[in-house]
Structures are given as C-alpha cells and as structure tokens.
C-alpha cells in the first residue's frame, strides 16, 4: 500500500500526459488539419511542410523536436525536463500518424469558425492535461522557455515571437483567413490550456476597515467558515488607528459576506478584490 502511495503522483503524471497528447492528435486530425489551421510551433510548421511534400506529419514533429529537446536538456533542467517532455513528444508524434488512418480526414464540419473553436479547445484540454503532468508538449514551449532563460524574454512574448513566424508562413501558404482563424486558435487554446492546468480557481479577497472588528470577524468566522486575519492601519487623514479584516471567499459567497457586514457594521468601508489562487485551509492544498 505504501509503495502504491509512493509511485501513485508518477503514475497519475503519465496519465495525464497520455491523456493530453490523445486529445491533441485527435484535435489535429478532426480539426485542425481539415481547416488548414496551422497554429504555430513543431506541429504548425509540420503542416506547412505536408501540404508541399505529403510526408507523415507524426514522423515530422517526432523530427522537429530532437534538436529542440537537445536544446532543452542543456538549457531546461536536464533530466527531470527530459523524460516527461520525451514520452508527451513521442506519444503525440505516433498517435498523430496513427490516428490518420483511422479518423475521416474530411473532419467534422467544413466551417472554419467551428474548427477553429472546437480544435482550440481540445488541444488547449489536451496541452493543459500534459503541463498538469509536469511535462511540456515540445516545439513552442522549449523554444519560448529557452528565450525566457537565455534572453530573459517574458514566456508570452517568446511565445508570440516563436508561433508569429509560424501564421505568417500559413498566411502565405493557406491565405489570411486561415491564418487569422489560426490566431484565435491559438489564443483560446491558451486559455482553455491554462483553465485545465489551474481550474477554477479565481477566489475573492476582501479588506474590511470595521469599528467592531472582534464581533464582525466571529460571525465570518462562524456563519461562512472562513479564516479572518486582524490587521491595524491607521488612517492617513485622521491618523486615528483603525482595525482592518482580510478574509478570503469564493466567488458565490461575496453576498454573504456583504449581508454580514451590513448587519453588524453598516458604517464599515470593505473592498472587494480578485485573486488568481488561493491555497491553505478552506482551499485547494498547498503542495510541491
């Protein structure tokens, strides 16, 4: 049991890379492919180089990336970057040209909107499933993170930079409404990857400057379940001190909390923010 519990987190990280690189093929082939959305890095340039040589694009990528991988192994990490980073590689590139003979290469639909959507948001799913694995799918994310390291370009302009080359060639070869589709591809393919990475995981943060702190945080405290942190300010224009309460909600308990504050303290001042994770007790768990 304990041995399980030991290699459990390495299995589940395969899981999901294999899970991932699946979701990617299959958004290739349905998607993708058909619409002639050539969306930047390895499998964008893949693409451009089949449609003039009708070479086995898995074959291609699993090419594209050796020197990339090299790369990456010198500059990323060495050992813990590679073995994950490999298997996502490898596992796409064979499902890529393996998939191709069993999935219509017509895909599902001929209109460019819904390929453009439906093929960002499972490959942005099958990305997001493969950094949740602690892996990297190659091509764009070695060449932006190497840039980041080398250069000290921010990961989303290195990013821009490396899958930008890749829609202007698609532009010149397949015509500007492809490449402009290809844009949005990759834009919401970005986000759906990150909300999978992340979850929902948006919580709201409130600063509440009370003249009955000790009442107020109890009732938080009792009624929502919320931890409450005291703080003391002091006001800049009155220089008085004034207590101040930081808690954390989710985002369907703001209007408790509001309703709370109004019956115990209406003359309180609160501000509502936003915050982009929140970990520890009454969250998500803190972990490595």
Same mark, same amino acid.
């Given at each position: 049991?304990?041995?399980?519990?030991?290699?459990?987190?390495?299995?589940?990280?395969?899981?999901?890379?294999?899970?991932?690189?699946?979701?990617?093929?299959?958004?290739?082939?349905?998607?993708?492919?058909?619409?002639?959305?050539?969306?930047?890095?390895?499998?964008?340039?893949?693409?451009?180089?089949?449609?003039?040589?009708?070479?086995?694009?898995?074959?291609?990528?699993?090419?594209?990336?050796?020197?990339?991988?090299?790369?990456?192994?010198?500059?990323?990490?060495?050992?813990?970057?590679?073995?994950?980073?490999?298997?996502?590689?490898?596992?796409?590139?064979?499902?890529?040209?393996?998939?191709?003979?069993?999935?219509?290469?017509?895909?599902?639909?001929?209109?460019?909107?819904?390929?453009? $959507?439906?093929?960002?948001?499972?490959?942005?799913?099958?990305?997001?499933?493969?950094?949740?694995?602690?892996?990297?799918?190659?091509?764009?994310?070695?060449?932006?993170?190497?840039?980041?390291?080398?250069?000290?370009?921010?990961?989303?302009?290195?990013? $821009?930079?490396?899958?930008?080359?890749?829609?202007?060639?698609?532009?010149?070869?397949?015509?500007?409404?492809?490449?402009?589709?290809?844009?949005?591809?990759?834009?919401?393919?970005?986000?759906?990857?990150?909300?999978?990475?992340?979850?929902?995981?948006?919580?709201?943060?409130?600063?509440?400057?009370?003249?009955?702190?000790?009442?107020?945080?109890?009732?938080?405290?009792?009624?929502?379940?919320?931890?409450?942190?005291?703080?003391?300010?002091?006001?800049?224009?009155?220089?008085?001190?004034?207590?101040?309460?930081?808690?954390?909600?989710?985002?369907?308990?703001?209007?408790?909390?509001?309703?709370?504050?109004?019956?115990?303290?209406?003359?309180?001042?609160?501000?509502?923010?936003?915050?982009?994770?929140?970990?520890?007790?009454?969250?998500?768990?803190?972990?490595?």
């Amino acid at each position: 049991m304990n041995k399980l519990k030991k290699i459990w987190p390495v299995l589940r990280d395969y899981m999901f890379i294999l899970a991932g690189a699946l979701l990617q093929a299959i958004s290739l082939h349905i998607f993708l492919l058909p619409a002639r959305l050539a969306n930047g890095g390895v499998t964008g340039t893949t693409m451009l180089i089949n449609h003039f040589t009708g070479w086995p694009i898995g074959i291609m990528i699993l090419i594209g990336n050796i020197p990339l991988f090299i790369l990456g192994w010198r500059f990323l990490g060495g050992k813990s970057f590679a073995l994950k980073t490999a298997v996502a590689v490898l596992v796409y590139a064979l499902l890529v040209d393996f998939l191709a003979t069993y999935l219509p290469t017509i895909g599902l639909t001929d209109d460019i909107f819904l390929n453009s $959507l439906y093929g960002a948001i499972v490959s942005g799913i099958g990305y997001g499933l493969v950094y949740r694995g602690q892996g990297t799918s190659g091509g764009s994310d070695i060449l932006a993170r190497i840039l980041n390291n080398w250069k000290s370009i921010p990961v989303s302009q290195s990013y $821009l930079m490396v899958d930008g080359l890749v829609l202007i060639a698609a532009g010149l070869v397949f015509g500007p409404k492809q490449a402009l589709y290809a844009l949005v591809t990759l834009y919401v393919s970005g986000i759906v990857a990150e909300t999978t990475l992340e979850g929902s995981s948006i919580v709201r943060t409130a600063m509440i400057v009370t003249n009955r702190p000790g009442e107020l945080s109890s009732q938080i405290m009792k009624d929502m379940n919320r931890g409450v942190t005291m703080l003391t300010g002091k006001g800049a224009y009155s220089g008085e001190a004034r207590d101040i309460l930081y808690c954390v909600v989710i985002r369907s308990e703001v209007a408790r909390l509001k309703f709370i504050i109004n019956e115990i303290d209406p003359q309180a001042f609160m501000v509502i923010g936003q915050a982009h994770e929140a970990l520890g007790e009454g969250f998500k768990p803190l972990v490595k």
